[in-house]
């Protein structure tokens, strides 16, 4: 269990990382950091928003990933 219990602490601290930054990348309001990837052109390119859409997908898949690892580490606390 202890293996695991690595394992899952690790997945954690990368996957929030990794969460962190996309979140960092995505367009507010007034920009973001998005914009040195090519999503600051915006209405006049139409594969920005497509660009868009695949960064909230992979967002919600981290997101996904992060929140199974917290889910993994308290069934493993709880049953050891």
């Not at 202890?2 to 007034?30: E, P, R, Y």
């Not at 999503?39 to 929140?67: D, P």
Request: no cysteine.
């Amino acid at each position: 269990m202890d293996i695991l219990k690595i394992a899952l602490q690790v997945l954690l601290v990368l996957s929030s990382l990794f969460l962190t930054m996309l979140i960092l990348m995505h367009k507010g309001s007034g920009g973001g950091l998005s914009d040195m990837f090519g999503g600051g052109s915006g209405a006049t390119m139409g594969g920005s928003s497509m660009a868009e859409r695949n960064l909230n997908r992979i967002t919600v898949g981290a997101a996904g990933l992060w929140f199974a690892a917290i889910i993994g580490l308290g069934l493993v606390e709880r049953f050891n």
